[in-house]
């Protein structure tokens, strides 16, 4: 039987992240050849084989149908590929790695703060040098498609190797589109983000190859994976109840689900009256109460916090074998 093949980062704080995800899943990450190895296994879930590679690494392996999973920034999975929604599908977002793609200027352009002051600018700097405004950056697919939807023609792009920020001061280039967390190195490299200049809202993404075959036992290694994934964050977010309710029920359940979206997670094995589990988010919790409360209900509630919350449809699942299948 031939593995699924799951692709994460190999070094840097995206591979800590990750770790820590699948760890806090139950899924601790056993790394080959001690911390210089390039393949690992995941605990308890066999028949997945772990690649370890760079960041872009992995968004060109799921574009190109050599892994079948990969965790990766959204960024690098839109920009590495033109047809990356034919060949790549995020399965689901896994909350770290935040970061926007953005456009920068120099500071001391004190009339810029929009597309389509940049549009001016790059117009009249074209009339004034005979010759086009750079823009520094990595992400050149990412750039040509959001400056051709401001309507800008006028700039020419300087791929960047380095520390893209700095190439303003350095002379080669007069802006930048660049990653960035916070804006602080950018504000200390003397640029600034236009208002509107905001190309991508990145995250770290588990996402899925469509470019490559899909057998039966990769689909099934790769539910066993998301099932982890989906009860652990199912968890996160809910309580699980526990009350005692003697007459009425369907009414008050029916009650709850309208005031606190509660659903029933067990019922007693015979008639209405006995002990329910019930599941709640952790948002509506004294709404929950309240409604209780409020239909007549005066025995105690508990509210319980679970490692997970297995339940019988996986949308998360759901959502991959529609992408693999369409």
Request: net charge negative.
């Amino acid at each position: 039987m031939s593995a699924l093949m799951l692709a994460i980062p190999s070094k840097g704080r995206l591979q800590e992240q990750v770790r820590e995800y699948f760890a806090d899943a139950g899924i601790p990450l056993k790394q080959a050849a001690g911390s210089r190895g390039y393949r690992a296994t995941l605990g308890g879930l066999p028949g997945i084989d772990v690649m370890l590679l760079s960041a872009s690494e992995i968004a060109s392996a799921l574009a190109s149908g050599e892994v079948h999973l990969g965790v990766t920034g959204e960024d690098l999975i839109h920009e590495t590929a033109d047809v990356a929604e034919a060949r790549v599908t995020s399965v689901m977002p896994l909350g770290f790695g935040f970061a926007n793609v953005v456009v920068a200027v120099p500071q001391a352009w004190i009339d810029v703060s929009t597309m389509t002051d940049l549009d001016d600018v790059c117009a009249a700097f074209f009339h004034r040098h005979r010759r086009r405004l750079r823009v520094a950056t990595k992400y050149v697919n990412l750039t040509r498609a959001f400056f051709a939807r401001a309507g800008i023609a006028d700039y020419r792009i300087v791929e960047s190797a380095g520390a893209t920020e700095g190439t303003p001061a350095a002379g080669t280039a007069e802006a930048i589109v660049d990653i960035t967390t916070t804006g602080a190195t950018l504000a200390a490299n003397g640029l600034k983000i236009l208002d509107d200049g905001t190309i991508l809202e990145s995250q770290a993404q588990l996402a899925a190859s469509l470019a490559i075959e899909w057998t039966a036992e990769q689909r099934a290694a790769a539910s066993a994976l998301l099932a982890r994934f989906a009860a652990r964050e199912r968890a996160k977010t809910c309580h699980v109840l526990r009350v005692r309710l003697e007459k009425n029920a369907a009414s008050i359940l029916q009650r709850l689900a309208k005031d606190a979206s509660v659903s029933v997670l067990s019922r007693p094995g015979s008639g209405e009256s006995g002990n329910y589990a019930l599941l709640c988010p952790c948002s509506k919790l004294m709404d929950a109460l309240a409604s209780l409360r409020a239909q007549g209900c005066t025995d105690a509630v508990t509210a319980q916090d679970v490692e997970y919350i297995f339940e019988n449809e996986n949308p998360v699942y759901a959502r991959l074998i529609a992408a693999l299948d369409r």
